[in-house]
């Protein structure tokens, strides 16, 4: 029984080691700035986007088919995993026209984080009314771009309020 003993403190003190010497690699490894080039949105991509939701807004789900490209597809991932939950734009407009139609839905209120190349990245804020109260939504949406066009949408609802 000593020798196991023995063994289970020599393991714990490797992986003590081991995590700090982890720790002091990725500290080493990881740059801080004062300046993010990635959350900086150019003007004219900020321009488009917001051009795009202003039918959206107005709950014109025609309108919006003209930000959208001809292959437009509408990702959700959670917590079963990825779902292709459109694929088309005529696709989408139907399906945008049946929620706007029959949804309970009130508001968006949109955060930009940053983008990467033809990629933004944002959090989406949605408020439903269910049985006369209101109820908030979270989802950290990306969205792809070809052509000055929306190209891919990938909504990730979260599982939990934390990581924890």
Known sequence: MPKLNRQLVLGFLAGAILVAAL??????HTRQTETNPYREIPA??????EAAEVPFMDQDADAIGEFLTE??????I???????????RDATIALLSGFFGNSSWTESEVH???????ILVQV??????????????ETLSVYEFREGKRWREWKFYP????PF
Do not use: P
């Open 23 to 28: 720790q002091s690699i990725a500290g080493q």
């Open 44 to 49: 004219d991509v900020i321009a488009m986007v």
């Open 71 to 76: 292959d437009f597809a509408w990702y959700q």
């Open 78 to 88: 959670n917590a079963d995993g990825v779902k292709q939950a459109v694929k088309g």
């Open 112 to 118: 930009r984080l940053g983008m990467l190349g033809n």
């Open 124 to 137: 989406e804020v949605d408020t439903f009314m269910r049985d006369g109260v209101a109820t908030a939504m």
């Open 159 to 162: 599982t939990a309020k934390t």
